[in-house]
């Protein structure tokens, strides 16, 4: 008896350090909910977490905000399990220094609109671009700019491309306004 004890223990052990490592290593990607079924935010996951996580949220759509780099092994592996897993894969070049351009703001929104769900979003960290990204998720489905602020968390802090939500104001439903009016705003905003 206390011989087969002894030979379990190394298994379950084993076992629960496994089980560890995956969560251990889901949450080390940051990946939060900003709607159940519908969007995920994370930062950067490699091979076996982005599967995981696939698998676990059902994503069907992946956007990084790191923009395109196939020479880099992380890219090129994401690409690959989006590929394996039949996941929509799209890519925004988005910086945390300043705010979005016209054209991949509205690009990010008919990604939104038009592609199967959940989607997921991720930059590096999942700090600034994935929080602007969901805020932007919150916008249109109707959420106020306060509401949509709390994707911002304690480490957000004052992220220029957080300027984004300082510079809608509430006057129409966000994507008309990121159609009609975001263009001349980014333009202005980025002469100064």
Same mark, same amino acid.
């Given at each position: 008896?206390?011989?087969?004890?002894?030979?379990?223990?190394?298994?379950?052990?084993?076992?629960?350090?496994?089980?560890?490592?995956?969560?251990?290593?889901?949450?080390?990607?940051?990946?939060?909910?900003?709607?159940?079924?519908?969007? #995920?935010?994370?930062?950067?996951?490699?091979?076996?977490?982005?599967?995981?996580?696939?698998?676990?949220?059902?994503?069907?759509?992946?956007?990084?905000?790191?923009?395109?780099?196939?020479?880099?092994?992380?890219?090129?592996?994401?690409?690959?399990?989006?590929?394996?897993?039949?996941?929509?894969?799209?890519?925004?070049?988005?910086?945390?220094?300043?705010?979005?351009?016209?054209?991949?703001?509205?690009?990010?929104?008919?990604?939104?609109?038009?592609?199967?769900?959940?989607?997921?979003?991720?930059?590096?960290?999942?700090?600034?671009?994935?929080?602007?990204?969901?805020?932007?998720?919150?916008?249109?489905?109707?959420?106020?700019?306060?509401?949509?602020?709390?994707?911002?968390?304690?480490?957000?802090?004052?992220?220029?491309?957080?300027?984004?939500?300082?510079?809608?104001?509430?006057?129409?439903?966000?994507?008309?306004?990121?159609?009609?009016? #975001?263009?001349?705003?980014?333009?202005?905003?980025?002469?100064?």
């Amino acid at each position: 008896m206390a011989r087969s004890i002894a030979r379990t223990i190394p298994v379950v052990f084993a076992l629960a350090v496994i089980a560890g490592t995956q969560s251990c290593s889901i949450l080390r990607s940051n990946l939060q909910t900003v709607e159940p079924g519908q969007f #995920y935010r994370s930062g950067q996951m490699y091979g076996i977490e982005l599967d995981a996580a696939i698998g676990w949220k059902e994503i069907k759509t992946v956007v990084n905000l790191r923009g395109e780099n196939p020479d880099e092994s992380w890219y090129s592996c994401e690409v690959a399990v989006c590929e394996q897993n039949d996941v929509a894969h799209h890519d925004l070049s988005w910086t945390m220094r300043r705010i979005p351009t016209p054209e991949s703001l509205l690009q990010l929104i008919d990604w939104i609109n038009s592609e199967p769900r959940p989607i997921l979003v991720h930059c590096q960290a999942g700090v600034h671009r994935a929080a602007v990204a969901s805020a932007v998720y919150r916008l249109l489905r109707g959420d106020s700019v306060e509401e949509a602020r709390e994707e911002f968390g304690i480490f957000f802090m004052d992220a220029p491309i957080g300027a984004l939500l300082d510079l809608y104001d509430e006057s129409k439903p966000f994507e008309k306004w990121a159609r009609e009016d #975001y263009p001349a705003i980014y333009a202005a905003y980025t002469a100064e």
